[in-house]
């Protein structure tokens, strides 16, 4: 079993096991950036993840876009038309009058 709190080769023991300071903080350091590292993996993938589906939404947006821009063309265009028809109609009840 393990020595209580005293001194192991020369560094002070911080739980009963006889495991030195500085290992215990080595084992500590290395578990955390292994932690750290996976924190990292998921943050990556889940940003490429973001990212595509951002790319997806602006595709839809500029392909609503584009087509709402075509819309109001065609609009303006029935617009005109239906402005000259109603003149033309005017100016022929004008004239059978």
Known sequence: MGKTAGNCGGVRCTRNTGTPTHELIYETLVAHRE??????????????????????ISKVCFTFADRLANLQLRVGT????????KGLAE???????
Do not use: I, V
Request: no cysteine.
């Open 35 to 56: 932690e750290m590292r996976m924190e990292s993996r998921k943050a990556r993938l889940a940003t490429r993840k973001l990212e595509s589906t951002l790319l997806k």
């Open 78 to 85: 029935l617009e005109t038309d239906l402005g000259t028809a």
């Open 91 to 97: 100016e022929q009840l004008a004239q059978e009058e």
